[in-house]
């Protein structure tokens, strides 16, 4: 991080600053039903107005493909952050056009306006070089504060700050950087990596990277299951990935050969369809019966889980162990939750189902960092310098 600047390297005051922040919050019908992303993007909104900025906003919403959705209007985000900074947030419905414009100008020093949804645009994804002009026209220094978007190579991402002579790191962008920068860099021992999910191939680039690192590698969710097969154990109707159970053997045998302890379930509970309502039981993880399918880790493997998690000095967890949103099946993700927020040591949630699991738990300020990005936090771990945090070093 210290070849990347921050806000205390911007003279902000009396400039026209372009914050691309990630406001990216789930809708239902106009609500926004988990601000989370909002509220932390506040400490870098506040700091550029304190120091007398005029604030630009900019961010995505959902995937509209650059057309016009009215769903993915960026309206709510613009009035809930009028009510938290107590101040009038100029909301334009567009983003370079006329109204962007007009918004812009009629700023005062320490005024803040929201530019419509980026992606309504094409050029926003593309990287066209003169959608970025068009951005980067509107400001004259920018900071870059939207890590769940830093692994895209967009307009407002890359585009903009490569046209402007000061690029800067917000707040959260730091914060989201140093933390994760701790597990890779000298994390103290024992560390342990908790992984979930759905798919091995989605973590494989994870594990590779972590291997090197951790102590222990605790799988769970569907993931668990391939493992399990490439053990030669009997997952019943689980998901398995058959074309991953080579590499989830070798991932077994790198793991033995370079000392790292890899903790598989023992039991599992068991269901007879995937459904939240699915008669189901606990039974052994390698015996699971013919038309059943594992949808969480069991009460057995949780116990052991939580006294590796109690064990640690540095956790990181990625990945849900069960269908968490089905009551019948979250006692898994839940239980590795309360261990991790009585850690005595660093713990981080890489953001996704895990850290929505832990804030529905009202866990969260229990634990060190929580990453507001899933996809960017998985690629960081991977070792990938994303495109964001690259072009701010140059």
């Not at 909301?91 to 320490?110: F, I, K, M, N, Q």
């Not at 790292?260 to 008669?279: Q, S, Y």
């Not at 493997?301 to 990625?318: G, M, P, Q």
Request: hydrophobic share 45%; proline share 5%; charged share 20%.
């Amino acid at each position: 991080m210290s070849q990347v600047p921050g806000l205390d390297q911007l003279d902000a005051a009396g400039r026209t600053v372009l914050v691309r922040a990630d406001l990216n919050v789930p809708l239902d019908g106009g609500r926004i039903t988990d601000e989370l992303r909002i509220t932390a993007s506040l400490p870098t909104i506040r700091a550029l107005r304190e120091a007398g900025a005029r604030v630009v906003l900019m961010s995505h919403l959902g995937r509209p493909k650059g057309q016009v959705v009215d769903e993915l209007r960026l309206g709510p985000v613009s009035q809930r952050l009028s009510e938290l900074l107590d101040i009038d947030v100029r909301y334009a419905r567009d983003t370079v056009g006329d109204d962007a414009r007009a918004a812009v100008a009629s700023l005062e020093d320490g005024g803040v306006a929201l530019l419509e949804n980026l992606r309504f645009e094409a050029g926003e994804t593309a990287n066209d070089p003169a959608f970025a002009d068009a951005l980067a026209s509107l400001g004259d220094a920018y900071v870059s504060d939207a890590f769940g978007a830093a692994h895209r190579a967009h307009a407002s991402i890359v585009g903009v700050p490569e046209r402007l002579d000061d690029a800067v790191a917000g707040h959260l962008l730091q914060a989201e950087i140093t933390a994760l920068s701790k597990l890779l860099d000298a994390p103290a021992t024992p560390f342990t990596a908790i992984l979930g999910g759905s798919k091995v191939s989605d973590k494989l680039s994870v594990i590779d990277n972590l291997m090197p690192r951790v102590d222990a590698l605790v799988i769970g969710g569907a993931m668990c299951f391939t493992f399990l097969a490439a053990t030669g154990g009997d997952v019943g109707g689980s998901r398995v990935e058959e074309d991953m159970i080579d590499t989830a053997r070798e991932v077994l045998e790198k793991a033995e050969a370079q000392g790292v302890t890899v903790h598989l379930p023992t039991d599992v509970v068991a269901a007879e369809a995937f459904a939240a309502d699915a008669a189901h039981e606990v039974v052994p993880a390698t015996a699971i019966p013919a038309g059943t399918m594992g949808l969480d880790i069991g009460p057995e493997t949780v116990a052991e889980y939580a006294h590796v998690v109690a064990a640690s000095r540095t956790v990181l967890w990625n990945g849900p162990m069960g269908v968490f949103e089905w009551p019948p099946f979250a006692s898994g993700t839940m239980g590795v939750a309360e261990a991790m927020a009585d850690v005595d040591g660093f713990t981080v949630i890489g953001g996704g189902d895990s850290a929505a699991a832990v804030r529905q738990m009202g866990l969260a300020d229990r634990i060190d960092h929580v990453s507001t990005g899933g996809g960017a936090s998985l690629e960081f771990l991977e070792g990938i310098d994303l495109p964001g945090v690259a072009v701010l070093r140059r």
